[in-house]
């Protein structure tokens, strides 16, 4: 499997490379994949080997991995303007038609935008935004950030601090004043007896009593993920925004929505508050905004904090925030050209064609025993493995089940990645129905095989 000469690819990658989020004892083993170049959904690696990305990269390459028209888009700009900043009233053309196109896509009447170069950036910014506003409007103390337990919103010191996952202790987080509420997993966190709606009710209470317990007046915002994503693909119980939004909105805290995986259609909407039906008061965006071809991240505000952030920004006399390739016109151009071709050029659409295929895909799996919950919207969806279904008991985590569940269905061709026990399948916007049957075939044969040896 792994080419051990001193020369090879492997044995380079392990000892010049300090890998992040990545199982050691499996790339020890196995070696890292090493990838040369794609075609369509497809990457392949310095072995020649094909690999079907099940993932789309990190749920970003939805349009796959050589579109042309792209491509040739970033060609074109940096031909045209290879690179500008957006400090001191400057910024490039590009720049201006990528934020007037964010705020007509998004679900706001009006906006502003901010530029990044990733999501985790575009978090802490936000949060920067917030302590900011609060403290220009005579509110200093409004600097608490509630978030919920297994969200991700990035690895930042500050966006860590909000991903509230047990891994983040290693880093001596999360910082003071960020606080976690309950994951809105109901088949794992839903009690005996509990109906899905008392479930979000239950929530709901237990937000409002955090509110209240911290002080109303201390908390600078809310931050969710319509469905939580690195958390395991978590879709929140019915009617959980609509429970939790008049809440935030009694005690005047920002509700700001990381629409960093679903904004721009994997739900099967532009955005994932339009499949849960709510309103934010702020988007944050990344990964798919330029289909994986630049880093970028935006946050775009609603009209009434974009309001707010301006009029403090103009009694301050600036915002004194921003990073050096924020608003890249590269980026822009290919953001630009991205939202094209995922808004028309069938890619949004095939979202909501092939979700019938997934969900039915996901439900056959599921009927493997070992196999405790199916769950999903649009084209993202886990598989969570148990070793007993009736009791929800998780396996022994020392098996590292969804590490070898992944480890043979990249044996077998096909990417798609670990999550807790869960296996985690968010597909390129462009998948076919054939490739949608080899990724299935290749995961059932990956679970058949995993399960006999475990089980
Ligand atoms: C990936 C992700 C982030 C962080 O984005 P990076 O570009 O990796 O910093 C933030 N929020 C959500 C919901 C994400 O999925």
Known sequence: MRDNAPNSWESRADTYSLYGFTDLPSVHERGAVVLT???????????????????????????GFDHPGLIAAAKAQ??????????????????????????????????????????SEANDTMVKMLWFMHAAE?????????????????????????????????????????????????????????????????????LEATIIKEGPDTIAGFFAEP????????????????????????????M??????????????????????????????????????????????????????????????????????SGHPVGCAIALKAIDVVMNEGLAENVRTLTPKFEAGMAYLAQNKNIGEARGVGLMGALEAVKDKATKTPFDGSLSVSERIANACTDHGLICRPLGQAIVLCPPFIMTDAQMDEMFNKLGDALKTVFKQVA
């Open 37 to 63: 170049h794609g075609k369509g959904p497809y990457v392949f690696d310095t072995h020649g080997r094909q690999y079907l990305d099940a993932n789309s990269g990190l749920w970003n390459m939805v349009a």
């Open 78 to 119: 940096y031909d045209r303007f290879p690179g500008y900043h957006a400090f001191f009233g400057r910024m490039s053309d590009q720049t201006v038609m990528l934020s007037q196109k964010l705020v007509e896509v998004s679900p706001f009447e009006r906006g502003r935008v901010f530029y990044t170069n990733s999501g």
């Open 138 to 206: 005579g509110n200093p103390q409004r600097r608490k950030i509630i978030t919920r337990i297994n969200a991700y919103h990035g690895v930042t010191a500050v966006a860590a601090s909000m991903t509230a996952k047990p891994y983040n202790s290693v880093f001596g987080l999360p910082l003071p004043g960020f606080i976690h509420v309950g994951c809105p997993h109901y088949w794992r966190f839903g009690q005996t007896g509990e109906s899905e709606e008392q479930f979000t009710a239950r929530l709901a209470k237990e």
């Open 227 to 254: 469905v939580m994503g690195a958390g395991g693909v978590i879709v929140p119980p019915k009617g959980y925004f609509q429970a939790i939004l008049p809440i935030l909105k009694r005690y005047n805290i920002p």
């Open 256 to 325: 700001i929505s990381d629409e960093v995986i679903t904004g721009f259609g994997r739900t099967g909407n532009t955005w994932g508050c339009q499949t849960f039906d709510f309103m934010p008061d702020a988007i944050i965006s990344s990964k798919n905004i330029t289909v994986g071809l630049f880093p970028m991240g935006a946050v775009i505000l609603g009209p009434e904090l974009a309001d707010r952030v301006q009029a403090a920004a103009e009694k301050v006399e600036e915002f004194p925030h921003g990073f050096t390739a």
